[in-house]
């Protein structure tokens, strides 16, 4: 899934479903250049990620309801460190450690390209 902060562009392979989004990850030894996984939650909570048997160095933004980023976090592989939204979040984009700091994105900068879901069922709308 394309996504972008302004004119710094990537891809995102989607993790909407449940199985998914405990999987994340998992096991893999290597990133493609610009590549993650956003995380997509049924609900808007306090969500919170580790490291277990995810062998790549990762940093995690949490992300609200419109986009923006709440919080960045470092998470170190094959860990069991809870790494948490500051606040309600909707999503949350792993990237490869150091993805967000070089491409100069910080707490509060907005995404294009999310999908939307309705605040009040959660059903995804295009």
């Avoid at 996504?3 to 990537?10: E, H, T």
């Avoid at 989607?14 to 590549?35: N, S, T, V, Y």
């Avoid at 960045?72 to 949350?92: L, S, V, W």
Wanted: with cysteine; proline share 4%; net charge positive.
């Amino acid at each position: 899934m394309p996504l972008s902060f302004g004119r710094v562009s990537f891809k995102a392979e989607l993790a909407e479903h449940l199985d998914d989004r405990q999987r994340g990850l998992m096991f893999r030894k290597a990133l493609a250049k610009d590549q993650g996984m956003l995380f997509v939650f049924d609900r808007l909570e306090h969500h919170c990620m580790w490291m277990r048997n995810t062998l790549i160095a990762l940093d995690v933004a949490f992300i609200d309801e419109h986009g923006k980023i709440i919080n960045i976090e470092r998470m170190q592989p094959q860990t069991d460190n809870a790494h948490c939204a500051a606040r309600p979040a909707r999503y949350a984009l792993e990237m490869e450690q150091g993805w967000f700091a070089q491409n100069k994105i910080s707490n509060g900068r907005v995404m294009q390209g999310l999908p939307r879901y309705s605040a009040s069922d959660g059903v995804r709308r295009p």
